[in-house]
């Protein structure tokens, strides 16, 4: 039974190495059943070498031998589920043994179709319900056979964006199909490797709408050096009812709100929530302080959406959802805390101005107190 392990890519393969568990259990039990064995059984009788042995079994006394055997077997108990449910659990190595970039791939198409399973699905999917369509990169379904068993609804996802004729004749052929979709209001999520084309995915999603870009979790192969991305999303549904804005910038871009989230190892995501009023002329980054007590802590500055979704190509009506992570923050602190952040321009140096109810420049910035 070692001859699986011997005889792996990468020994020792400890998975394949399980044929010994049942062979290797007999050692540590029989010590144990030694300690629980009473002062001159019969089978020592017949073994005058073993009966030799029995006055040095703690002392003979099967009650301390019972005591050390409950210790022993405690105390792996112990270690074992601290192990396991500890440093094991909370490896990011462990989640990429399980292939969770698969896993959360199917959850978060279920999710957006709203059927099936979609407990790892990331909390910034929207559900689109019955109407939406998901679209699936050939690459994502073709490495990552899982998927085929956790999407509930297969017959509302297409896959195949360069399937069947070259590659770009196929993409041209979906685009108009995913255009015509567009222009109907159908909700469309698009999943796509990250490493390929990903700007295709522009063309396919419906106007107007609100748009989320996420990026899935890493995964790791067996090969693989450092981590990546498994997949990144483009997910587009219809706009609902839209507050007031709580600010208004130069350009046709509104604010909507601003959402401050704790995340482990003491970031903080913050949710920015823009709409477009009118076509932008350039591709605008977003700059974002993190202050305490008017001093800046941290920085989450960047282009809109990752850098995935430029403001250039934003359309009348868009809503973009629009995440920054500002790292060691710590926890929120209420009444001590805002955020101050706005639009620029870093080809031209051009900023966005906030408008005033009139309709007028009044700087720069936005501030907001972080509730």
Known sequence: MALPTVLAEDAPHFLRAVGMLPVLAFLPALGLDWLLQPRGHRDMKDNPRIWNLAPLRLGGSRTLGLVVCTLALGMELWSGARAYFGAYARDPMTGYWFERGAVALGADINRFLGVGWSAAASPSMPVAGPEGRAYLDPL?????????????????VTVGLEAGGT??????RMTGILGSLGQQGVPVAVFLWPYGEWTRAWALLPHPAEVTVIEGPLSQHDRDTEPFVTYIAFAAVRPGPVPPPQARLSGGVELLGAQVTPLEGGAVRVRLRWRATAPLDGDYTVFLHYRRDGQTIGQGDGPPAGGRYPTSIWQSGDIVNDDHVVPSVGSPQPGRDEIVFGLWNPQTGEYLSVLDEAGNPAGVEVRMPVP
Request: charged share 30%; glycine share 0%; net charge negative.
């Open 140 to 156: 994502l379904w073709e490495d990552w056979p899982q998927v085929r068993f956790l999407v509930a609804a297969p017959e509302r």
């Open 167 to 172: 590659p770009c004749c196929e993409a041209k």
